[in-house]
């Protein structure tokens, strides 16, 4: 089933002179429980994509679905709650909270939503010890590691039980063991807690967690590749995106 689809999917930024055309006509379907990486060159387009997806933004044209149900004419309000209870996003930066603590800052979401504290405590807690981060619950960002920090931020992301997670550049802002840490562990939402992750990199050996890679080029999808964890390592992949290139 296909928890994402895009049909002729179009953002154009500017008009006249200035006109820049992020993306132009993507037609992607994503699967339920699907680990699926975006890749391509600066400019791209593949954070535009996420965030249309995410109902960030919205597009010039075309259409996106959730989960059988259009987002784009949505109203503000719906796309809120649409967001808050459906979506969880993992950013670069990790966007923690520096005067809240580790519990406080994963359980953000649905704090906000309205859960009572000690109960989405004790949903962000679920998280963070799954992420091994049980000792830490009280610690705040700056006493964490950047591994530890975008730990969190997932476990925020996941902590309403989302179907779909965003993540852009998650590991951009941490060393190589720990984003093959934090890779890994996105593989792992996706395989042991059935949540469908859209994931945009320029790391090979990131990408190679995926099952699906998805290239962008100007905007465009040129390929898109099926990946086994056997005869696709991070080498495979770099070699795709220079044939791809070329």
């Known amino acids: ?43 791209c387009g593949k954070s535009t994509l996420l965030h249309l997806i995410g109902g960030l933004d919205k597009p ?44 406080e800052n994963a359980a953000l979401p649905v704090t906000l939503d309205g859960i009572k504290p000690a109960d989405a405590y004790k949903r962000a807690t679920k998280w963070l010890e799954r992420f091994e981060l049980g000792d830490r619950l009280s610690s705040r960002p700056d006493q964490l590691s950047g591994g530890q920090q975008q730990r969190v931020a997932i476990a925020r992301a996941l902590v309403a039980d989302p179907t779909l997670i965003l993540a852009d550049e998650p590991t951009g802002n941490v060393d190589t063991r720990s984003g093959d840490e934090i890779a890994g562990l996105l593989r792992d939402v996706s395989k042991q807690y059935d949540r469908t992750v859209i994931m945009v990199t320029h790391d090979p050996r990131i990408a190679a967690y995926a099952d699906r890679i998805v290239f962008l080029k100007d905007g465009k999808v040129v390929d898109e590749t099926l990946l086994d964890r056997k005869n696709h390592g991070a080498a495979a992949v770099t070699r795709m995106i220079k044939e791809i290139g070329d």
Do not use: C, H, W
């Open 60 to 103: 010039t044209e075309g259409d996106i679905k959730i989960e059988g149900v259009s987002i784009t004419q949505m109203p503000d309000d719906q796309l809120t709650e649409l967001r808050r209870r459906k979506i969880g996003f993992v950013f670069q930066f990790f966007n923690l909270i520096p005067v809240m603590t580790a519990v």
């Open 1 to 43: 089933m296909s928890i994402i689809s895009t049909e002729n999917l179009s953002k154009v930024y500017g008009s006249g002179a200035t006109t820049v055309t992020a993306l132009e006509k993507i037609n992607l379907k994503v699967n339920s429980g699907q680990f699926v990486a975006v890749m391509g060159p600066s400019g």
